[in-house]
């Protein structure tokens, strides 16, 4: 018999300070129009000078914990997953452990970029069955703006900051996580890359002249690809746990693009009501848009007990994946 793993308990945090659309327009050559035809973006929120990553990570942690009714004591793991870590060493999930006070906790990040929270879970999720552990926190947190180079109009629309943490922990048989699975295909490493900064380039005046420690995107091939996986990938996971597509209550996908979201859903032949989106709100945060999605969800009630809820996400890498859960 193995143990069924599921989340018990959702926080979320994010600067408080916005960039809105009409903000955008006074620093590049953009519209609100534009943006939001193409993107379903309005604002984002952007963390200030002196805000990082590992900040809003604690933030929407203690809150998971909280509500999961636990103590950080009680968790043995702690997986960050980010693409943007307070530094390149120690790992942000290490920074977070200290800061919460787990001290029974191996904190870690796992860097998949916009997938990052689905390979955390998928991670965690087998941990928990097999009884290696029995309480995890997953958090996806990312300070984007920090990477944006806010004279290129194609990615600076995009991205915001934020972080979602989810408390893993035993739950009954038929509840909890049913069926998950994480992809990757690195040839696609140009799509969405930051070359600069690691030890292929390193860091000088040059590489940060040339502004290669920026995100550099190719949305368009990018669009593409994103749609094509994440309308796999999911429904292959909802016939692995052996439902249909008509069994989902709601469709939580990472937060890339009001478009990309629709074509995922109308691939996968999901109405429109039954898929979230807060894209408006917060823009694309990463890893961080799923827990941002399903906290708020769990928090409105729009996720009930006993709902089957789809999570599908891609990324820089390319990573993708899919995850299906009972709550
Ligand atoms: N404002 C105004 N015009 C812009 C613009 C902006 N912010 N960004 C790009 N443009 C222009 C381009 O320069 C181009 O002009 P041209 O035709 O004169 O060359 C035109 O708009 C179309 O550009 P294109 O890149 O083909 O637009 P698009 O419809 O593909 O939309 C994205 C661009 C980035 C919004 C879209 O490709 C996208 O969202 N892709 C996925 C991005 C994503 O999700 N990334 C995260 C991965 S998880």
Redo the contacts with the bound molecule.
């Keep these: 018999m193995t143990q069924n793993a599921g989340i018990i308990g959702m926080g979320h945090a994010y600067p408080s300070a916005t960039l809105t659309n009409a903000d955008?327009e006074k620093i590049?050559?953009?519209?609100d129009e534009?943006?939001t035809t193409?993107?379903g973006i309005k604002q984002r929120h952007k963390a200030a000078d002196n805000e990082y990553t590992s900040q809003f990570g604690v933030l929407a942690a203690r809150q998971a914990l909280e509500r999961a009714g636990l103590e950080p004591t009680d968790v043995e793991l702690i997986v960050c997953a980010t693409t943007t870590p307070d530094q390149i060493m120690p790992s942000t999930g290490a920074i977070i452990q200290a800061q919460l006070g787990a001290s029974n906790a191996a904190g870690m990040d796992i860097f998949a970029?916009?997938s990052g929270f689905l390979y955390g879970l998928t991670m965690v999720e087998s941990m928990i069955r097999t009884g290696q552990i029995r309480h995890a926190l997953v958090i996806g947190a990312e300070v984007l703006t920090k990477y944006v180079d806010y004279t290129d109009?194609?990615?600076?629309?995009?991205?915001g900051d934020g972080a979602g943490a989810a408390v893993l922990g035993p739950v009954p048989a038929e509840k909890g996580i049913l069926a998950t699975k994480i992809r990757s295909d690195g040839r696609y490493e140009e799509q969405?890359y930051a070359p600069g900064g690691g030890t292929k380039l390193g860091t000088s005046h040059k590489t940060i002249d040339d502004g290669l420690h920026f995100f550099k995107?190719?949305?368009?091939e990018?669009?593409k690809v994103?749609v094509r996986s994440m309308a796999e990938i999911s429904a292959e996971v909802i016939e692995n746990a052996g439902y249909a597509v008509a069994d989902i209550d709601l469709v939580v996908p990472?937060q890339?693009?009001q478009?990309?979201t629709d074509a995922v859903a109308s691939r996968l032949g999901v109405p429109e009501e039954k898929v979230y989106s807060n894209i408006a709100e917060h823009g694309?945060t990463?890893s961080a848009s799923i827990p941002i999605a399903l906290d708020e969800c769990i928090q409105t009630g729009k996720i009930k007990e006993g709902d089957l809820v789809l999570l599908t996400?891609?990324?820089?890498g390319a990573t993708w994946g899919s995850t299906l859960i009972r709550f």
């Design positions: 955008l590049v050559e953009t519209s534009w943006i193409r993107t970029a916009c109009r194609s990615t600076c629309v995009i991205f969405l995107m190719k949305g368009n990018l669009f994103a990472h890339a693009n478009r990309i694309n990463s996400a891609f990324g820089g």
